[in-house]
């Protein structure tokens, strides 16, 4: 469907992209190498401790010398310590080093998510975006640490248990490994076949919780409809495959673990027999005879660890791919390398270096399309001079939001230049052009923090007296001493505690804080209600005074008073005067009055 | 009680949970018995020591042809392992299995249960759920309980019959050193459990932090706008940095308790066993232990003592069964819609009658004020009224998605409390504001509400509604996607596909629920124009707040702060003085403008 489906995943393991994993945590190389090192330590403990047993039963047991007894109890205390001290080391750093990875994925993704252009934005959907940032970073942390740990360790028991058996006995090493290969074998089908059954498992329990949503967001439709018994046989559906898919995979589970166990103890009963046999023909000690069961018994937990842990790798392959792409992905616009070095990027701008701005606008030639191919703009031009308001009014999708996105340089023209007082913006940096913007949008989003902490962002320096003078401007003053906290109120996450005229109007603040010298008011929607619309009417008024300004699709009030209404039409400017001449004209400005006209005033009565 | 608690709702599947404990307990006996083997091959087969051995495995190495011939036929031994192993994995896969069916019918019947409830709950409980909640409910608290069932339920049983066997047989054979084998064993699980029991308020600090972290990385991506409008990336990646780094710091703090924890209680298992080794040795020496027993000791010691902290940890965790348990049944106890007794399916078409009908949604808050009216069949009644007077809630009633307090409403002569609900509201159709549609094709949208149309009754459907045309210009027609995964339908698209929905169904009446307001005027008119020539008989309600929708009503209800303030045609209204006309007035006041330019 589109590429933000949480799609099937079916690819085996790619070492390739676990290459590209490591050059993201590449600054964590040190302790990589530290929990290596103290993985060998561990895994060499596992190693002595049966070798312990075999020397107390040998010499103790078996020759019936207790002198070195204490010295014994000493060795194997001694031992116990560095071994807790190793898991003590282990646990810690594999923390810390997850930890540091998603951290850093976290960070780095951050940082170029705030670099990414707008086109980014239209096309990506934020809850894609979280889950990039959260659970997958997560999950990559995870198998970075922990799974990649487990793999160290498993090949680094069996090496070290190998080594040790065929050092002291190479028939009994070879009888004890003989199962090995085919637990291989098995378990690599085995992995596969559970790892396809959980992917089938998932992406049916992902379509139940959009079950789940769609059931209690149209529940109020599904009773006018009366379908609730058809849409629960739909669920029932639903969860009689999660049902069926997850119990398959249990049971593949089931089948694996006893076989693994089983091949494990064909390895310790022939051990038994053949070295049973030698022990009574004196060829073998009782104390080896011991160690190699215990050996055999221990090595094929690891194989079965190693199993796990690739399929683990595997299934986290998804996750990586997407984190990365994200990470991976170039921002379309850019400051070229000479511009930054004259005016700094956007961590650490030269502000000294910034000309000041008047606010004469020039589109020459602008033609713009969306990367999609529609194009919107064709050879638009347009002279705008500092401190005119401009009102943009037409249809959606004719084009006003592009000019405004284009003035704001969220997107660049396609061809052609847009001039701010007479110079090409691209020669300026992004931030220059941005810092100097006031901005509000139809929907005020604001910040989670007080409501002194929204006013002041655009200008973090501002003082209590400067964001004051700010609300007064826009009459925020007035009903914000009259919050429980004042200033100093918590607007909730996303503002949730305030009305949205309210909202609107610490936006407007926000908005004329740093003194901005071009001023865009986005499209207003129609269904503010009559308290809102008051307020926002007398504010827009003040905050535009002295501003260049550019209004779209807003309230007649507003627009009214415009010194310039455009008309865009299809990427046109259709007409374009004041509101008595285009009114005169009978036109499209016209019909679009009367409508909005009829509705506002309806709205009026009818509250 | 927990456990109470969680076996009440394993009913129906008991049996399996049952069956999945008993293999449970078999395999733990098949996986004690390879030690045995081992030490009886080591002490009696090898050594030549008299046999010391359970009563049934002496009975069994009896029938074999005792001791010798095992000594002759050693591979017997090897292949007792395999074969207890063999019988270990065969209970294994079965308690595996069980588990599984046990735990994943229960799933599903819960998940379905959820389900049902939450289609056949009253209307109001959606009005005033919170979505994120409920689905919270339905997915990871299920999830919660399922784990517990598929994974921990059977491994403490595990555990606790793999310490049981093994103490019997340990005790059976040394008394002294079987205590001194299990000394730390209880600090070990107290430590465990009190340490895990402490990390939940950890866990619950961090992921407030996490949360915290995600808040401003959603505010930061939903504010994008504002964010570059005033260039405050420097200053939200500051933002984010600090929350990122908090959150950090926390897990490093969590992972250096976790490193402590581990650390301790290896080191005390290490000791544990070591102790287990030295004593050995010991009481060999003396002569009270073979080496065969010594070796049972060990590997026993080695299967009961790692199981122990993972013990503990799964006790901690029944609190947040429970948990998810009791916020599950709190949405499946909710009382489902009923019908009143003797309800039945009673033809619509006739008079509708609302007499001295009384409505509130909140106590003391009246929303309809002994509301009367008089319906004849097949009229079409516009209603006028600002936010709040009451024009949907007359709706709602109608339907009976509300019950009304006081008064009565007749329909066709019959009270509308004895009609079946189900039979009422296939009966109505509404549409309401804000539709809703589902993520399936357009078509299938259009087919919910009526399961066996044929192609010609959705086309004249949507004919009539004005969307046909908008669907045939979609790429894949009436066969595309609605929603995320498809197109995006503008407000008005919406409107009309629903309509369409609802046209598609045979009504007795119609109900239009401001559900053109996204529409433009001319398609508007359309709209209506198609619903005059199929209405016959319907009796067919429209609400809008758009007078041009209104004013070829056979009759124009005005609604007042829950009354009935005017009625009557058009051309009376605009006579009397009153809301209708005020708004009425609207195209004079537009002339005027005019005129003053």
Redesign the interface.
Known sequence: MNEFDEQEYTKGLDIGLWKRIYVLVKSQRKRIVAVGAVLVMVALCDMIFPLLNLHAIDTFIGAGDLSGLVSFIFLYLGVAVWQALNVYLFVGNCGKLESHVVYHIRKTGFAKLQELSFSYYDTTPVGWIMARMTSDAQRIGDVVAWSAIDLVWGICVIVFVSVCMFIINVKLALITLCVFPILAVVSYFFQKVILKNYREVRKLNSKITGAYNEGINGARTTKTLTRESRNFDEFENLSRGMKTSSIRAAVFSAIYLPIVMGLGSVGVALVLWRGGMDVQGGLLTFGTYSLFITYGMQIYDPVYQLARVLSEFTSAQASAERTLSLIETSAEIIDPPEILEKFGDNLNPKRENWPSITGDILFEDVSFSYKTGEKVLKNFNLKIEAGQKIALVGETGAGKSTIVNLICRFYEPTSGRVLIDGTDYRERSQLWLQSNLGYVLQTPHLFSGTVADNIRYAKQDATAEEVEAAAKTVDAHKFIVKLEKGYDTEVGEGGSRLSSGQKQLISFARAIIGDPRIFVLDEATSSVDTETESMISQAVDKVLRGRTSFIVAHRLSTIRSCDRILVIKDGEVAESGNHRELLKRRGIYYNLYTNQFMAEQEQKILG | MVIKKIYKYMRGYRKYFLGAMVATALATLFSIL?PL??KI??DS???GQPLDAPPFLVFIIEKLGGVPAL?KY??I??????L???G???C??L???W???GA??L??RT??E???R????P?DY??K?K?GD??QR??SDVETVRRFL?MQLVEVSRILFVVVFALIIMFSYHVPYTLAAVATVPLLFIISYRYFKGMRKVFMLADEK?GE?????????????????????????EK??KK??E??AL??K???Q???F???T??MT??Q??LV??LG?YF??TGSLS?GT??VF??YEGMLIYPVRQLGRILSDLGKTEVSLGRIEEIINTPAEADTPGAAAHPLKGEIVFSHVNFSYEKDQPVLKDMSFRIKAGETIAI????GSGKSSVMHLL?R?YDYDEGSITVNGCELRDIKK?YL??RIG?V?QE??L??KTVRENIR??K?DMTEDEMFAATRAASIHEDIEGFEKGYET?VG???VTLSGGQKQRV?IA?TLIKESDILIFDDSLSAVD?ETDAQIRAALRERAGDVTTFIIS???TTLMEADRIFVFEEGRLADEGPHAALIEREG?YR??WN??N??EE??EN?
């Open positions: 390879p083997v081992v091959t080591v087969v090898i050594d000594a050693l591979w031994c090897g292949l007792a392992i395999v207890a192993a063999l270990n994995g065969i294994a896969f308690r595996g299995r588990n599984a069916v994943e019918e799933a599903k998940k379905d959820l389900y049902d939450l289609q056949k709950v209307y959606h009005v759920a979505t409920l689905i339905c997915t598929a996490e972290m995600q808040t401003v990385l959603q505010e930061n991506l939903s504010g994008v706008r504002v964010v570059r409008a005033f260039g405050m990336q420097k200053f939200e990646t984010f940095e990122n780094n959150f950090f897990i490093v969590m992972t250096m976790m490193a402590n581990w650390g301790l290896d080191f290490f000791v066993i070591g080794l030295f040795v060999n020496f080496l010594l070796l060990l590997t006028l009224g600002a936010t339907l998605l189900d509201r296939e509404l309401l539709p809703f589902y993520s919910m509400a399961f996607m995320e995964k498809g629903a929905r005027a707040q758009r007078i809301l005020r708004i609207i195209q006041l537009l403008e005019y330019e």
